[in-house]
């Protein structure tokens, strides 16, 4: 019975996972595989809980499949526009923040004050996810791709046969 509860406490544990990423004065840019809303008891964790250091400002979260409908109950009253964007301002009013959740699979684009340290690590806790992507056909997409941070675009490409000896790589400026 002992061995038992021990390997369903390991298997438990071996679902969370911890994720590091260095922050810098101004704007950091991150994809987030794991899911970091809630905590092991399963109670919600908001983004003030997640990233508690005061140096963070503003956290946006990409949100490739908003849509510009919305509806409206009362004519006088007015609507919260429905953005690509979900944004949570530490200094911000309650109405200002439509971002409460650190989710996975998502981009999010984090503000750091300018007078923060030049560099600082950041430990995010969560649940892994697998990878899933939604992408716009418009164009606007805005995904990361799991690299540690000695990997860069050339060395990433490397492992693919097919995209090792200089492909041609398309982009998308916007027009």
Same mark, same amino acid.
């Given at each position: 019975c002992l061995a038992a509860a021990f390997v369903?406490?390991?298997?438990?544990?071996?679902?969370?996972?911890?994720e590091t990423y260095t922050?810098?004065?101004?704007?950091?840019?991150?994809?987030?595989?794991?899911?970091?809303?809630k905590d092991k008891d399963g109670n919600a964790r908001t983004v003030d809980q997640v990233l508690?250091?005061?140096?963070?400002?503003?956290v946006w979260q990409w949100?490739?499949?908003? #849509?510009?409908t919305s509806f409206?109950?009362?004519?006088?009253?007015?609507?919260?526009?429905?953005?690509?964007?979900k944004v949570w301002k530490r200094e911000g009013l309650p109405l200002e923040n439509t971002l409460?959740?650190?989710?996975?699979n998502r981009a999010y684009i984090i503000k750091v004050?300018? #007078?923060?340290?030049?560099s600082f690590p950041t430990f995010l806790v969560g649940r892994p996810m697998p990878p899933d992507y939604l992408l716009n056909s418009l164009g606007t997409n805005f995904i990361g791709f799991?690299?540690?941070?000695?990997?860069?675009?050339?060395?990433?490409?490397?492992?693919?046969?097919?995209?090792?000896?200089?492909?041609q790589i398309f982009f998308y400026d916007g027009e």
């Open positions: 369903v406490t390991s298997q438990a544990q071996a679902q969370w996972v911890e922050l810098k004065a101004g704007h950091n840019a991150i994809w987030l595989s794991i899911d970091c809303s508690w250091n005061p140096d963070i400002e503003e949100n490739a499949d908003a #849509t510009s409206i109950e009362q004519p006088s009253a007015p609507t919260q526009p429905d953005s690509q964007w409460s959740l650190l989710t996975g004050k300018a #007078t923060a340290p030049a799991p690299t540690q941070s000695t990997m860069n675009f050339t060395n990433f490409l490397s492992f693919s046969e097919v995209l090792k000896n200089a492909p």
